[in-house]
């Protein structure tokens, strides 16, 4: 027993030593060996064991930094301390963090809290739904306080200092700004937008009411077949961030890979690990490593999932060490258990040298082109990986194919396939009972498109409906369906024909409301203005058909329709931002034509941005509210050079402020200088003024 301790007691110093070197040696650069070996002499032996190891990584950590593959964007500078008072979005009316039950940032009930070691991701119904395409349930992600995180860093080598901590929240929120710009796609969690609360950023997120990869392989939930789906599903996520912006992920593990209905894979967390990395500590008298050790820290990763690149450090990583935390995480979906578990750095590093296990020598049936592609992603040598996701996915593909699947299935199941053999004509009668009971073609197509539609996979949604379509090209219920997702895509001249052709069909009020929707959205204000006055004549009097109404009376200058109809869409509902919004348009039009501003007006551009979420086109309003009021009360002039600000920082161009008259009596004030040339931290520029009609979807 003493000597068990012992051995963890020797490991776990020679892991602080080994952490204290590869620190010095991103702080210093290059170091002598012989020093550390003289100064650690009764750890001579490891040591050297180590230096060679690291020798050898440090050459193809060379070749490494010249990726083969897409490279990664240019990322933006990180934000200086002193800018830190100018946040993403800023929501300063609440300093607490979310609560379970309680609302949070305006329009967020919590419902659940995960707490990690990096931090806590808050569970959230939207209340109600009025964000664009949001759904009802998301995620909220931050960082620790500022206290917890102090009570972290047990070890002297981490500074403690709030200036410190500022750090890791600018860098936690320049990563998180990167990952929103990937936008929407198939197997990426989709990062909304990063909101700073009470001066702490949270990144709001898709929800995956599926859980995450770890859990499903923690009960035992995936096959063979099912984790090469998922693997090619992955693929597409890599490739989908490295297309939107050439993002290397380096912190590729099951947690960080979630899944949705109908196994929909989806890729989490890009770019954090480099924020994370700052919360690392080291775990004394411990002797095997976990994320938060002050190894993990040197070498930024998980160390169970980490190349052997990224042992040197995180500028080494690119596309190639990625696939090679994608082959271990794989290994670990096939065979059920981790290929690296509990050990040691030195241990760690050795187990990177040695040939990987074979894996269909660890479970039979495997078929040996599964365990070459694994072997091919864990050579020690990144020349040796698959150069791409894309190349990756390509060879997997071919472990899907049905041909080949049922061969496999047949050779390590043979005594299945000769029972299944001799039961064959008994089955053929079954067979031909549900063929004569199954639905047509034609809807099962209809059906199948409705639930890739709800499921938000578009393309999928697509190509069934389109095959319904070809069956019965007069299906009103298709022809619908069709129209919504080619709307939900932004689509719409192929919207409209489907919804027209509908309405040939079978007129009704919902139909007109959403022709109304899709021809305001092509810029036919003046049509889709008989559109929605018919479907209001027919009782469709929803919000979404008052406040569309309403928006199309201003394009078209109706100022007292417009005002009317968007009265009553926000008495109707006052949870809706684009009511608040659009009468806003209405009074500064108003106030452009020599009229007063009414109080109200403020109310509303409060109101608006209240509900949320901030945007640069509703903070361009609210500056332009503002500049008009100066015109009575100068004090009026610096709040509308805030807003200008804030309204740049979402993307808003500022050539929009230089030529607007209202401002030519600012354009020599520093401030309003200096609110012109605020950095871009997120591309929201545009406030919501339309209401989808189908679904109450902003």
Known sequence: MNDNLDDLSREAKLDEIIAEFLQAKEREGPQDHRQWVARYPDFAAELAEFFADHDRLDGFAKEVSQPPTVPPAPQPEPESIGDLTNPLIPFPAQRSQPEIGGIFAGQYRTFGIKAGGMGRVYLADVVPLHRGDIPGKIAIKTIPDFEEWRERQTGDKQPSDRAAYERVSACFRQEAATWVKIGKRQNVIWAFFVMDVGGKPYIFMEYAEEGDLRSWIAQGRITTPLAVNLAVQFCRGMIQAIEACGLVHRDIKPANVLLTNGHLLKVSDFGLSKAYDAFAIK???QGSLGQSSALSHAAAGTVAYMAPEQFLSLSNADTRSDIYSFGVMLFEMVTGHQLFGAMSFREHLLQRGRPAPVLHDIK??????????????????????PPSAAALAVALRKELKPFRRALRWMAVHRRAVLAAAAVAMCALLGVAAFCILRPPYSVRQLRQGVAYYEAGRDEFALDCLNASLRIEPHSREALIARARVYQH???????????????????????????????????QDEAATAYYRRALAAGENSPAVLNNLGFSCFQLHQLEDAESCLRRAFQADDTLQAPHCNLVLVFLQRALEGKD??????????????????????????????????????????????????SVALGMDPEVFKSEVLFLGLKQDPAFQAALIAPV??????????????????
């Open 283 to 285: 775990t004394a008298g």
């Open 364 to 385: 039979p049936g495997v078929p040996a082109a599964l365990s070459s592609i694994v072997a091919r992603c864990l050579a020690f040598d990144p020349e040796l990986r």
């Open 489 to 523: 895509l932004g689509d719409y001249s192929p919207a409209l024909a489907d919804y027209e052709a509908a309405d040939q069909l079978i007129p009704s009020s919902g139909l007109d409301a959403c022709l109304g929707y899709c021809l305001n959205q092509s810029g």
């Open 597 to 646: 501003i009414p109080g109200e007006a403020f109310l509303h551009s409060r109101r608006a941005l209240e509900i949320g979420p901030p945007s640069g086109g509703l903070y361009r309003d609210m500056a332009f509210l503002y500049a008009v009021a100066a015109k009575h009360d100068a004090a009026a002039a610096q709040v509308a050079i805030g807003y200008v600000a804030k």
């Open 681 to 698: 931290l997120q591309k929201t520029p545009e406030a919501v003024h339309l209401i989808d009609p189908s679904s109450q979807r902003q």
